[in-house]
């Protein structure tokens, strides 16, 4: 249990589906974040949020969509998606500030046909 | 543009040896160095290195920042089977725009 909670674990779609990815933090934090993990190529960040406001916007193409509602519930709705997005998608969260600790939950694992 | 290099990319070794990955970085207004171990699931934190905490320790792990040589190494002493995981190395870096930067990791794996 890392705190951090993600919904759902796999996650198949076609191209034209829309879904959403859940994100849920029970570690007082509050700041969010959104990282994409593909093979071979490093943790790359597309969202931040710190204190529900969005301070970060990692050149994401606009068919991922982040929503914050609270500090502890973060999204990222997914909508005409490509065969390259198929990744895992992490959640983290930490204090906001600088030098906090990122803790990850376990990622979605997304497979786009 | 930040930039974090890992080596070695991969590593077998077995069981009882001693291992060091390494971490290099070219980032703008450096602030941490950090150590996650990922096995199947999520990255779990390990250390933080900073300007003011160079030098860290947890059982048979360990961590050294070099700032002058703008590097880290992770030791790894008497490793075990469960020491196999991708370990990451990453930098934070900005003021109120802090950010993490992730190298590609290191997949080390520990045969009995």
């Known amino acids: 249990e890392t705190g951090v909670t993600q919904t759902p674990r796999h996650l198949v779609m076609g191209m034209t589906n829309k879904k959403s990815l859940k994100c849920e933090q029970h570690l007082g934090h509050n700041a969010m974040y959104w990282y994409k993990q593909s093979a071979k190529k490093p943790l790359e960040l597309m969202f931040v949020y710190n204190f529900k406001e969005q301070t970060e916007n990692n050149s994401v193409p606009s068919r991922f969509s982040p929503e914050c509602p609270n500090s502890s519930h973060l999204f990222l709705h997914l909508h005409t998606l490509q065969p390259e997005d198929s990744a895992l998608y992490l959640c983290?969260?930490?204090?906001?500030?600088?030098?906090?600790?990122?803790?990850f939950g376990d990622g979605t694992r997304l497979s786009i046909l | 543009e930040d930039k974090v290099v890992q080596s070695p990319l991969s590593l077998v070794v077995h069981e009882g040896d001693t291992v060091t990955l390494n971490c290099s970085y070219e980032v703008t207004n450096f602030r941490s160095l950090l150590w996650y171990k990922q096995e199947k699931k999520a990255p779990t934190f390990l250390f933080m290195l900073t300007s003011s905490g160079i030098e860290k320790k947890s059982g048979r792990l360990s961590s050294i920042l070099d700032k002058k040589e703008l590097s880290s190494i992770l030791n790894i002493t008497a490793t075990q089977t469960g020491d196999s995981a991708i370990y990451l190395c990453a930098v934070g870096s900005g003021g109120s725009n802090y950010k993490l930067t992730f190298g590609k990791g290191t997949l080390l794996t520990v045969n009995p």
């Open positions: 983290a969260s930490s204090r906001a500030g600088f030098n906090q600790p990122q803790h």
